[in-house]
């Protein structure tokens, strides 16, 4: 069975540091791959997601992740955080199963704390 | 495009109660999620539909939950009776189309409380 895992619940990092959200994935088939964001009191945004083709995919806000099939993979970066990227972030991943109809599997979620 | 609508935005219901929180897709979408979130459990997919008709319920915690999806437009997610554990926030979410890699969109939720 597929599952995602994130490390770390929470992140703190001081406005204008390296963002690095970490999450790794479990499956038998090539998966898909997704980061979606949830600002307070809102829904899940997508922020980017990964199908096929090339393994640097780059999102809104300045995000961008890279799949490594070799280390099961799929960490969130953004060079310069910013105060309004303070959110919850959610790792997930979709693809096995037979019959499988786009259903998703999320992590846990990790909180960003950005710093002044 | 107005974006998945759900309501309420809020509800807040006595033990015993029924509640019954609605969903509208995006147009022209044809698969349907209902997802609960908590701080304990996280996001749990309770039930998704494609077509209008129910794929895969396992998520559904226990008989008190139903969900139904009458026409392409609507959905709802019926507990009866409330308990105080099923305060959450309940989101929809849709997507285009039944496959592995479609992007869902989701709704603003509802959040639920029960005393």
């Known amino acids: 069975a597929q599952s995602v895992t994130q490390l770390g619940s929470h992140v703190s990092v001081s406005e204008g540091a390296l963002v690095l959200l970490r999450c790794n994935y479990s499956?038998?088939?090539?998966?898909?791959l997704f980061w979606y964001v949830q600002y307070p009191n809102q829904g899940l945004q997508l922020l980017l997601k990964y199908t096929t083709g090339a393994t640097l995919v780059k999102g809104i806000n300045g995000f961008e992740a890279e799949f490594k099939k070799s280390e099961t993979s799929f960490h969130l970066t953004k060079p310069s955080a910013h105060m309004s990227d303070a959110a919850e972030y959610f790792c997930?991943?979709?693809?096995?199963?037979?019959?499988?109809?786009?259903?998703?599997?999320f992590g846990q979620g990790t909180t960003l704390q950005v710093k002044p | 495009d107005a974006g998945v609508i759900q309501s309420p935005r809020h509800e807040v219901t006595e033990m015993g109660q029924e509640v019954t929180l609605r969903c509208k897709p995006i147009?022209?979408?044809?698969?349907l999620f209902w997802y609960r979130q908590t701080m304990m459990r996280g996001l749990e997919l309770l039930i998704y539909?494609?077509?209008?008709?129910?794929?895969?319920d396992s998520g559904m915690p226990e008989d008190r939950f139903s969900a139904k999806m009458p026409n392409a437009s609507f959905s709802t997610l019926k507990i009866q009776p409330s308990e105080p554990r099923d305060s959450a926030v309940y989101f929809c979410?849709?997507?285009?189309?039944?496959?592995?890699?479609?992007?869902?969109?989701f709704g603003p939720g509802t959040r639920l409380t029960v005393t």
């Open positions: 979410a849709s997507s285009l189309e039944a496959r592995p890699g479609g992007e869902q969109y």
């Open positions: 539909f494609n077509n209008n008709v129910p794929i895969d």
């Open positions: 147009s022209g979408h044809n698969s």
């Open positions: 499956s038998s088939v090539p998966p898909y």
């Open positions: 997930a991943v979709s693809g096995e199963g037979s019959g499988n109809t786009g259903k998703l599997i």
